[in-house]
């Protein structure tokens, strides 16, 4: 068993009612009478996963971000479900969305309309430059207090957090992933106004300039941390040591699906950024050494090579970068659920939290790809039914 935070060796008996994890008992224990029982001798039981970057409106086509404008409600609540299934099929019990088509997973999660699939943290639109990145979704925003507005309509609309696009991306033609969109100014009048709200703020940051401006003004997350100058991307080890002293949360967003071709255009974008996957790797090395908190999190929905469901890949991408296994399936888990303000009752194997669980064969330790093809996913303690096309690749 991973209990969210180590490995337990030998077996466990968990004890799943109404919902939550009723006891849990190391080494050899008699089942109490009447309770039905599933033997896994050669299985390792995790909680289920936490991927805390997904964009549950986006169908992973080709400019799925940029596609969003043309689709109607009804056409995105399909989408939304669509991508939750795909999600659970891969052991990820919990999702947190940072960036929808103005508040539609919002409006879909109020609506109770699934009760059966991953719980959703949502931001809602992420509040973007006038032009800027991801500007379709709906989220532009200008001045300090066209900032502030725009916070206070995401707690309006019933959001868990607030996105700042804090530097341009790599999807967005004619941003600048080597440069901060907002003014500090303008950043912390956002980070000001949604910690009134009580909501905390993650910024998406490309920019090595978008990075320290995020740490300067004080952020409680930060997306990609790639630091990317016009020389390239590179992550350097006396920011690592800051960003980790500051306590901020990091998602590095790393994994893709190996099966799919990047097309030679993505690349050639992806180049021009001055992103590899040997230079995201080293980054994400690099925050590990210095003890940064780090999240586990996919960019689900942004493309053909990041479907929904794909974050085994991404710590199968940890563990390749150097991350300890056990650190990488923290990421998924426990911090995860911290992060996405669920740590009291999400991201552990113990008494009283939600019975959300992934059954493996096998020992993730030694090969953390045993992830890639769940036995079982359990939410809320019922074994999910997912059709063969739900389940990752």
Known sequence: MFDGERL??????????????????????????????????????????????????????????????????????????????????????????????????????????????????????????????????????????????????????????VKVMASGGVFTPGTDTTRPQFSDQELTAALTRAHDLGLPVTAHAHALDAVEQALRVGVDGIEHCTCVTATGAHVPDELADRLAASGVAVCATLGTDPAVVTPPEVVAMAARAGLSEAAL????????????????????????????GILPETLVEYVASGIPATAALAAATSVGAEVCGLGRRKGRVQPGFDADLLLVDGDPRSDITVLRHPLAV????????????DAPR
């Open 281 to 308: 790797r080293e980054g994400a090395a690099t925050l590990y050494r210095a003890g940064v908190r780090l999240v586990a999190g996919s960019d689900a929905g942004l493309g053909p090579a990041k479907p929904h």
């Open 8 to 161: 337990v060796d030998g077996g466990v008996l968990v004890l799943l009612e109404d919902g939550r994890i009723a006891d849990v008992h190391r080494g050899w224990a008699e089942v109490p009478e009447g309770w039905s029982v599933r033997d896994v001798p050669d299985g390792t039981l995790l909680p289920g996963l936490v991927d805390a970057h997904v964009h549950l409106c986006a169908d992973a086509g080709p400019d799925a971000l940029g596609r969003l404008a043309e689709r109607s409600e009804p056409e995105l609540d399909a989408v939304v479900e669509a991508s939750l299934r795909a999600h659970l099929a891969a052991g990820v019990t919990t999702v947190r969305d940072l960036g929808d088509r103005r508040g539609a997973v919002l409006r879909w999660r109020d609506r109770k309309v699934r009760d059966d699939l991953p719980t959703v943290v949502g931001s809602g639109a992420p509040v973007t430059s006038v032009g800027g990145h991801c500007w379709s979704m709906g989220g532009e925003a200008s001045g300090v207090d066209g900032i502030i507005e725009a916070v206070r309509q995401r707690a309006a609309a019933g959001a868990d957090l």
């Open 378 to 389: 359990y939410r809320a303690g019922v074994l999910a039914r997912v059709r063969h096309e």
